[in-house]
């Protein structure tokens, strides 16, 4: 789920590292253009894509048994993209990938998360936008199992 590489674990380790991390995210919905937003005083290019300069708050809560459980993104401001965002992801499901890089060398990910966290609901107020967040649930996934029978799919009755 994370992955922290040898360069993130040094610099970490390091009490004389006076770079900071900066936390970079993508928030995508099918219906709408995704948003790259940094959580730094300035928009940040990584692997030739810029993240605008954004107030957010990203918790990851829970990590047991590979699974996040109880995560929040807060964005700090609302206009009529995030409004919009909001109105289409309690429709149907988006999601947010995060990464991490270091400040002066922002095209080499420190740590991400991977899969991407689906987006369960949002909310707005005129100040800030919450989203739960977790991963994609297998209960959320479609079977087409209607009008399969033992003498059509012997293979989904065979004795295992």
Known sequence: MRTINAAA???INNPNCNKAFICLIEISHPQ???LYLARDSADVVSNGRTYTAFPFDIDLLDESQNEITGSKL?????DSSILDLVQKVNETPGTVAAKWVVEGDTNTVLWQIDPPLMIKKA????KKADFDLGLRSLEDEEVPVYGKGPNTHPGLYANR
Do not use: C, M, N, Y
């Open 9 to 11: 674990i040094a610099l």
């Open 32 to 34: 709408l253009d995704t």
């Open 74 to 78: 807060s964005l700090g401001w609302v």
């Open 123 to 126: 909310t707005a107020t005129v």
